[in-house]
Each structure stands twice: as structure tokens, then as C-alpha cells.
């Protein structure tokens, strides 16, 4: 087996366009896309996850609802708050 087909050699060794290929676009870092990502990724769950912690406690009797201190017609801007709260202790870090 020659040099230039080896996939052991050097990558100048080797054959012209058997080299890896590239995994992102030269001179923007790797950080900000998974930063980006990852934002796109908490964008899309967000609604999920409030749907089912408005689900969630209506699930919730009562009583246990008045013992955590949340009447049945405030879930929704309770759990809007607390989203709100959450994404901005997120952003702070």
C-alpha cells in the first residue's frame, strides 16, 4: 500500500481530496454555534414544557393547589412568571 492512499500518513501525505472534510466554516467559532444551537433548541421545548406545567397542576386538586398557595385561575401567569424568572437566571450565568 503507497503513502498516498494510507490513511495512517501524514495528511499531506495523502491523496488530494481524501483529506476530512471540514466540519465548519473557517473563521467562525465552534462555540457560537452550539451556542446558537442550543438556544434554538430552548426556543422550540419552551411552550412544551409549559404546557405540561400548566397540565401538571391542573392536575392538582384543590386542596393541595391552596396548600402551595396558587388558586386554579392564576396557574397560567404563575407558570408564565416562573418560565420568565427561569430564563433570565439562565441568561445571567
Known amino acids: 500500500m503507497s503513502q498516498a492512499t494510507c490513511l ?3 495528511p499531506d501525505a495523502r491523496a488530494p481530496g481524501r483529506g476530512r472534510p471540514a466540519t465548519r466554516t473557517p473563521g467562525l467559532p465552534v462555540r457560537g454555534y452550539v451556542t446558537r444551537l442550543a438556544a434554538a433548541v430552548d426556543r422550540l421545548a419552551r411552550p412544551r414544557r409549559r ?8 392536575r392538582l386538586g384543590d386542596r393541595a393547589l391552596r396548600d ?3 388558586d386554579r385561575g392564576e396557574i397560567d401567569s404563575i407558570v408564565d412568571e416562573m418560565m420568565e424568572m ?3 437566571a439562565e441568561q445571567s450565568r
Request: overall charge positive; hydrophobic content about 40%; aromatic content about 0%.
Open 8 to 10: 495512517c500518513a501524514p
Open 51 to 58: 404546557r405540561a406545567a400548566i397540565r401538571d397542576l391542573h
Open 68 to 70: 402551595i398557595g396558587i
Open 86 to 88: 427561569r430564563r433570565h
